[in-house]
C-alpha cells in the first residue's frame, strides 16, 4: 500500500500500479495544481487551497485507519511530503508543522499499532526558509520514533 501524502497527487505511482491487485495507492493533495491529469488512485482525496489542517486530517482520519483494517497491506509505503506546510512556495494547502505532525501520527501510528510495517520516504517541500522544509522532515521522523518505541513494548 502506498500512502502519498506528499501535496501533488501521486500520478506516477497511480500510473505504474493502477489495475494490480495486489497494490493499494492512496493520494491526498491538492487538486487544483500539477498535474493537471491526475490518473486514479485506487482512493484519491482531493482538497482545494486554503483547506488547512481541519478539512486535511478530518479527510484523513475517514480513510485511516479504515483502509488498514480493510486492505490488510503487507508493507506500508509513507510519502510523507513536505510541500503541504503553509508557507510552501508552491502549494496552498495551509497545514502548520503541528498538522503535518497530526498527519505522520495518524499514517504512521495506525499502521503500527496493527502491527503493519512501514517505510518511510520523504517527499517534496518547497518552503522559502529550507529550515522550515527540514524540520518537517525531522518531525516526521520523529513521530517514527516515538511510534515505534511505544509499539515495540513486549
Ligand atoms: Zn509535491
Redesign the pocket.
Known sequence: MVVDC???QGNGTAHILSNKDYAFTFSI?QMDLYPSNKPLSTVDIGLWAGDGDTEYLTALRAHFPRLYQEYRPDLVFYLA?A?PFEKDQ??SLRLTKDGLRQRDLIVIGEARRLRLPVAVVL????SAELEDTVGIHLNTIRVAQKVQRRYSQP
Open positions: 506528499d501535496l501533488h493533495h511530503g510541500d508552491l502549494g517527499a517534496g517541500g518547497y
